[in-house]
């Protein structure tokens, strides 16, 4: 390779070895945000970009929002840190309060992380330690779904079923199955919502998993409301409904995934409280506070919390915890944002523009190379035709194609992923849209 025909070095950017990002392509042309305010991110030559992702499906509120910004350097000047082994801050005991009352049943005790990876692995331990503590303590198995992302612990990657995020590293969990991914290509594609399909297949795979391990050595089940990461699939109506029965009917810990889900998403505090279904634990994050802080929760039922209580009589009930557990910073930044979801209109905003998004994403129908399309709540799902020998490749430029054109989306392979910030209207949607559209045809 000659010196012309080599990509422009960045040295500067060389030590910092990015998730998630092919760091060759990135490094020899980088796309650098310098600043953000409301809907958009300012570029490093001066360009302005809607954020069309909510950040990473996190700030739900848009950037800088004034009064979490107030919070986190008010909290800075009184208290920057506080150990939360055998020590605790009043913010973060009003914050597990204010978390708690949006949750659904008796989801009423909050354990505080720091990412949607770590409130599944903490959500994972809870149910087998709760499931030994009640002296069933053969439940250590664990069921998963094909096409769930949990994050990327350990644990996170052993129940989810993301091929890529998983073949690199050995053997993961021992005792994790999976369901199948429930959607249907050839009889589901371009629905709009929850499709309207039989969900007892499903069931009695379920049903089939549990007969072959036995229910007694099954501790949870965990999915997602809908699969984000995976690409926005949305499972078919009564599914989660459907899934609580069965867990239940067999003693099993249904575990469900909000991580992307909270806080707005589906114009309500949760999926749970959307589809009326009480879950034994939720892992929550991201929005939690508007991504400003790292944070996430694992959100427990009282009676899982109880048995901790009463079955460790002294001493530690949980050893388990973070050194960043509940920060100072993280609580005020979350107890912020709590605010201005129930006082701003955010959930109210996103339900009444839903409709008018979803036809948005739904008139990319016909354009090139487009096979399916999928909307819930302000969440969408474009799948593009793969290109021969190179899956991903076109999903790829049409990223980047919106991108020259001013709108940041997210490709996860062929899959463009669209989540409007929740305080937007119809202008930025239309903007979206459009900056899509072109996108498609430019990569055609």
Same mark, same amino acid.
């Given at each position: 390779?000659?010196?012309?025909?080599?990509?422009?070095?960045?040295?500067?950017?060389?030590?910092?070895?990015?998730?998630?990002?092919?760091?060759?392509?990135?490094?020899?042309?980088?796309?650098?945000?310098?600043?953000?305010?409301?809907?958009?991110?300012?570029?490093?030559?001066?360009?302005?970009?809607?954020?069309?992702?909510?950040?990473?499906?996190?700030?739900?509120?848009?950037?800088?929002?004034?009064?979490?910004?107030?919070?986190?350097?008010?909290?800075?000047?009184?208290?920057?840190?506080?150990?939360?082994?055998?020590?605790?801050?009043?913010?973060?005991?009003?914050?597990?309060?204010?978390?708690?009352?949006?949750?659904?049943?008796?989801?009423?005790?909050?354990?505080?992380?720091?990412?949607?990876?770590?409130?599944?692995?903490?959500?994972?331990?809870?149910?087998?330690?709760?499931?030994?503590?009640?002296?069933?303590?053969?439940?250590?198995?664990?069921?998963?779904?094909?096409?769930?992302?949990?994050?990327?612990?350990?644990?996170?990657?052993?129940?989810?079923?993301?091929?890529?995020?998983?073949?690199?590293?050995?053997?993961?969990?021992?005792?994790?199955?999976?369901?199948?991914?429930?959607?249907?290509?050839?009889?589901?594609?371009?629905?709009?919502?929850?499709?309207?399909?039989?969900?007892?297949?499903?069931?009695?795979?379920?049903?089939?998993?549990?007969?072959?391990?036995?229910?007694?050595?099954?501790?949870?089940?965990?999915?997602?409301?809908?699969?984000?990461?995976?690409?926005?699939?949305?499972?078919?109506?009564?599914?989660?409904?459907?899934?609580?029965?069965?867990?239940?009917?067999?003693?099993?810990?249904?575990?469900?995934?909000?991580?992307?889900? $909270?806080?707005?998403?589906? +114009?309500?505090?949760? =999926?749970?409280?959307?589809? *009326?279904? %009480?879950?034994?634990?939720? @892992?929550?994050?991201?929005?939690?506070?508007?991504?400003?802080?790292?944070?996430?929760?694992?959100?427990?039922?009282?009676?899982?919390?109880?048995?901790?209580?009463?079955?460790?009589?002294?001493?530690?009930?949980?050893?388990?915890?973070?050194?960043?557990?509940?920060?100072?910073?993280?609580?005020?930044?979350?107890?912020?944002?709590?605010?201005?979801?129930?006082?701003?209109?955010?959930?109210?905003?996103?339900?009444?523009?839903?409709?008018?998004?979803?036809?948005?994403?739904?008139?990319?129908?016909?354009?090139?190379?487009?096979?399916?399309?999928?909307?819930?709540?302000?969440?969408? $799902?474009?799948?593009?035709? +793969?290109?021969?020998? =190179?899956?991903?490749?076109? *999903?790829? %430029?049409?990223?980047?194609? @919106?991108?020259?054109?001013?709108?940041?989306?997210?490709?996860?392979?062929?899959?463009?992923?669209?989540?409007?910030?929740?305080?937007?209207?119809?202008?930025?949607?239309?903007?979206?849209?459009?900056?899509?559209?072109?996108?498609?045809?430019?990569?055609?």
């Amino acid at each position: 390779m000659t010196s012309e025909t080599q990509p422009p070095r960045n040295d500067w950017l060389q030590s910092y070895w990015m998730p998630f990002t092919p760091n060759k392509a990135f490094k020899a042309s980088p796309r650098i945000y310098e600043s953000a305010e409301g809907f958009y991110y300012k570029t490093s030559d001066g360009r302005k970009i809607l954020d069309s992702f909510s950040g990473l499906w996190c700030c739900n509120l848009g950037h800088r929002h004034p009064k979490i910004s107030e919070a986190i350097k008010a909290q800075v000047d009184e208290l920057d840190y506080s150990n939360a082994f055998n020590f605790g801050h009043p913010k973060v005991f009003e914050l597990a309060n204010v978390i708690a009352g949006q949750f659904p049943g008796d989801l009423d005790h909050v354990f505080f992380v720091n990412s949607g990876s770590e409130a599944a692995d903490t959500a994972l331990k809870i149910a087998i330690a709760y499931q030994r503590l009640r002296g069933e303590g053969t439940r250590t198995r664990l069921i998963g779904r094909v096409n769930g992302y949990h994050g990327v612990g350990f644990g996170g990657i052993s129940v989810g079923g993301m091929v890529n995020n998983r073949k690199f590293f050995g053997s993961l969990l021992p005792g994790v199955d999976h369901l199948s991914f429930p959607y249907d290509s050839q009889r589901q594609s371009f629905t709009r919502g929850e499709p309207d399909a039989d969900v007892e297949p499903y069931m009695q795979q379920l049903e089939e998993i549990i007969a072959l391990h036995d229910a007694s050595t099954i501790a949870a089940v965990i999915v997602e409301p809908f699969a984000g990461s995976g690409g926005v699939f949305i499972p078919p109506k009564n599914y989660l409904k459907r899934l609580r029965e069965v867990t239940k009917k067999h003693g099993i810990l249904l575990i469900v995934d909000e991580v992307i889900s $909270g806080f707005g998403r589906m +114009a309500a505090p949760n =999926a749970a409280t959307h589809y *009326g279904v %009480e879950p034994d634990i939720v @892992t929550v994050a991201k929005a939690i506070n508007n991504g400003s802080v790292p944070m996430g929760a694992a959100i427990v039922r009282k009676q899982i919390y109880d048995v901790f209580m009463e079955e460790m009589p002294a001493g530690v009930e949980f050893f388990h915890g973070y050194t960043y557990s509940g920060h100072p910073l993280a609580a005020a930044a979350s107890l912020a944002a709590q605010e201005v979801f129930r006082t701003e209109g955010v959930y109210e905003n996103t339900q009444a523009l839903a409709p008018y998004f979803e036809e948005g994403v739904h008139s990319l129908k016909d354009e090139p190379n487009v096979i399916d399309i999928r909307n819930v709540g302000l969440a969408a $799902g474009v799948t593009v035709a +793969a290109k021969d020998g =190179a899956p991903g490749a076109r *999903g790829g %430029e049409v990223f980047l194609k @919106t991108y020259e054109e001013g709108v940041a989306v997210r490709a996860n392979g062929d899959h463009l992923a669209v989540a409007p910030i929740l305080t937007m209207g119809r202008a930025e949607i239309d903007m979206t849209i459009e900056a899509l559209r072109k996108g498609l045809r430019a990569a055609a």
